[in-house]
């Protein structure tokens, strides 16, 4: 299973950003897709998350501002980044979680490779 993400870059105080990050491979089934950050020397944390029956989350830094989305026919998960402050600077991270290969396979978490986001002030 690979994830690849998309959409990072640099973007002014205010501004929006659209990343994506499609998993493919060989899939059966994928409980939740969501997005973690890393700033510099601090720890990564969670951004957002969408689970298969429609349960989001948000980090409360993000509420309000940021919004995720998911086609489950793609495997592809999205996350609009509006207001974008220079907080939100950090390396975006793609999680798949609870995917399974095979109906009745074990499940696995897996993450892909970080885009940048920089946010000037």
């Known amino acids: 299973v690979q994830l690849q993400a998309s959409g990072g870059g640099l973007v002014q105080t205010g501004g929006s950003l659209r990343l994506s990050c499609a998993a493919s491979g060989s899939i059966f089934s994928i409980n939740g897709m969501g997005w973690s950050r890393q700033a510099p020397g601090k720890p990564r944390e969670m951004v957002a998350t969408i689970f298969g029956d429609g349960t989001v989350n948000y980090a409360d830094s993000v509420k309000g501002r940021f919004t995720i989305s998911r086609d489950n026919a793609k495997n592809t998960v999205y996350l609009q980044m509006n207001s974008l402050k220079p907080e939100d600077t950090a390396v975006y991270y793609c999680?798949?979680?609870?995917?399974?290969?095979?109906?009745?396979?074990?499940?696995?978490?897996?993450w892909g490779q970080g885009t940048l986001v920089t946010v000037s002030s």
């Open positions: 999680k798949a979680h609870n995917v399974r290969q095979e109906p009745l396979g074990p499940i696995y978490d897996w």
